[in-house]
């Protein structure tokens, strides 16, 4: 079977076991503390941790993954071995509350040993039996159902089954929130399969583990107990590329002659084949036996297999919106790319070559992920232009180097290796490369040292979250504000009060008020409570689902169950749904403007302005822009309706577009207008394009590497801008005494004269200036053998001008001192040049502003032969 065909049998089996199939999330991850997507469980926490029921009780499909940076970081084993990766597909499947050991393991043997023919006799099981101290007891229920199964096969359990401790057997989200322990199917690949077990997890790369099924069962929590949960959870992980490469390079389990390696399967071999061409150097699957003693041929794959597998981190990374910069995620997607550029120079590819590349996996995985086809432009241009980029900072890196090996005799300092590693992008392998051919040694210890203090910095800067299941009963608030015409006067039940950090908040049944969502901002307006009116300044939503009010005033008057009456701000909703909406018009003016791969990076709406962040490698043209406003202005003309309404997930019309790291449940709100723009959206909009009234844009700016911002302002707030403008145009046409469509010429008229005076003014100053370094050389006595020093306090010179003169002056004199002195607006500026044979004479520049200005409570310095300061002017 090739990767496609293995894929598909996977997900057919589990459909087939009543599984529903869904879509890979992205690899921007909404987990806390992860900086990518790195495992098929994260879209699912929300339902581990009991925020969110589940939508499905099966659920399977293949996930997006990223293992580069944090915990999970395999970037410095990729290319040295062959099963590690940065990117990688993790197929899985998932059980919220149904099934749990005795199915899951007997569903895993089955698709290994009845589908995909694995060998039983190579597979061995781990179950987790606990080391003192550590967590729970051993698991005799999983224990059971593999000695059962291994029995019926004929294989000895006490062989084939091993005990782990927690290390490898138990599995935990974090310090805390759920966990339980696991089993992991490993694969014997040996050439005669013999090794009874002794390889299994011994970092042998002869023994591979295949599928890790996790059994969640316990929450872990911040005082350090284990607690029961209350529905048990199956999470499992397969790696794809491993089934894939052990399948290809058996032979299908007829030749276990080689080295197993996840490369030499299809998924790599149109990636080699390209390199190959580019390069005209071969790929031959060698694996080194040392990191720093490799032959030519290993050290050629070795630079092979780590190209190919950051081509396909990036490629799958700027599809989902995240681009290389220089913090962050991003931090580590450039450091991936300059990594493989750096490899790919020593492999002698063309300038280019990394996005050449990308094509190559955009064509062989775009059926499967429609993103990278959406996205191939886009993802061409950013690694175009960051392959650019950083072939000037590798000519800097390696002449850095090259100091770095002067000073360094026969060994470089870790703290230089670090330098070279962190702030040019030199992989530690490729320094010591570089280091052996000029036969220097590396202190290993010492960069390890320096690696680990930025680890650490990273670690103490990093926002921790204690990730607690949610064991809160109590009901969801029932939002009944979408309709502007019921937001006023609504009577409610006060279900919870809390006063924290002096102010309160309230919960209620149910509530006209937004909560701040999606971008756009919680409501205002008021509670009355019997006399007394109370008013509400921002509305949250907890991750319970309920929407907690703040009241802008602290009380003790308002009980449980008491009934109060609730208003929205109608005319602060109105101008933040025409905000909103206005947002949805842009995007699609951005998308018919800018290109099809415009996608929203991020969006604030509030009662003032609305902000729509996107992803862009330049910045709109002033053309662009007014056709963007113009497209805007057109749709808000035509008063078109909008159309809301809730669908399944499933049944999403075609077109649809479902805004970067959001979340949705399997019931989405869909916001139309006409047939134009139709996306996923909770906030709350107009009834009719009209009723934004107009739209202006006042400002774009770059955020971040490959992200732009339009700030824009809409209704009245446009209309205010327009009234503002056009009062200034008014004024200044009076100033002008012209009309409106004469101003430009006026002012252009005007800007162009004010140049021509300047130049006018520049000119006479400087003759001013010439003229009187004249005067001052000719009325200075003659030298009679002794040093001429001129020193002069001279009205009205700004400090450049009092430079230029002096050194005029010393110019004339050629030998000399020139000290002068100038006073505007109560500064004063002191200015000294020594030719050289005054310095030789015991004169200094330096020493004579600092002696001048201190007496005045200045301050300035130079060198020998010229110096600048100043002081305030005595009164």
Known sequence: MNSSEVRQSFLDFFLRHGHKIVKSSSLLPDTPNLLFTNAGMNQFVPIFLGQTRPFCSRVADTQKCIRAGGKHNDLDDVGFDTYHHTFFEMLGNWSFGDYFKKEAIQMAWELLTEVWKFPKDRLYATIYSPKPNEPSSFDKEAYDIWEKIFSKEGIDPDVHIIEGSKADNFWMMGDTGPCGPCSEIHMDLTPNGDTGGNLVNAGNPWCIELWNLVFIQFNATANGTFENLKDKHIDTGIGFERIVGILAKTKNFSDFSQLPSNYDSDLFADIFSETEKMCGQKYHGTVPTSRTNMSPDERCDFWFRAIADHVRTLTFAIADGIFPSNEGRGYVLRRILRRAVMFGKLLKLPHGFFSKLSSVVIDKMGTIFEELIEQKSTIGKVLENEEQSFSKTIDRGVTIFHEICEKSGNKIAGDDAFLLYDTYGFPLDLTQLMAAERKISIDIDGFECAMEKQRTLARSAQKKSIIEVSNNTAPQTEFIGYNIDNIENIQVVVLDIINDGGKTFLIFDKTPFYAECGGQVGDRGIIQCGLRTFHVVDVQKDKNGCYVHELQEQTNIISLGQKVILSVDRSLRRSITRNHSATHILHFALRQVLGKHIKQAGSSVDDKRLRFDFNALAAPTEEELKEIEKLVEEKILECVDSNIFETDKDHVPAGCIANFGEKYGEIVRVV????????????????????????????????????????????????????????????????????????????????????????????????????????????????????????????????????????????????????????????????????????????????????LTSKHGGSGGGRAEFAMGGYDQPR
């Open 672 to 851: 139309e207008f006409g047939d134009f723009s139709r996306e996923l959206c909770g906030g709350c909009h107009v009834n009719n394009t009209s009723e934004i009234a107009c739209f202006k844009i006042i400002s774009t700016s770059a955020i971040a590497a490959g992200i732009r911002r339009i700030e824009a302002v809409t209704g009245q707030a446009a209309f205010d801008l327009f009234r503002t403008s056009a009062a200034i145009i008014n004024r200044q046409c009076k100033t002008f005494s012209c009309q409106p469509s004469e101003l430009l010429d006026k002012i252009d008229a005007l800007i162009n004269h004010s140049k021509e005076l300047e130049k006018t003014v520049k000119v006479a100053r400087q003759t001013f200036l010439q003229n009187m370094a004249s005067e001052l050389v000719q009325s200075s006595p003659p030298s009679n053998g002794k040093i001429i020093r001129i020193e002069k306090d001279i009205d009205n010179l700004q400090p450049d001008e009092l430079r230029i003169l002096a050194l005029d002056i010393l110019h004339k004199i050629e030998d000399g001192v020139v000290i002068l002195t100038s006073c505007v607006n109560g500064k004063c500026s002191v200015v000294t040049c020594c030719s050289k044979t005054a310095i030789t004479a015991g004169f200094n520049a330096s020493n004579i502003v600092k002696e």
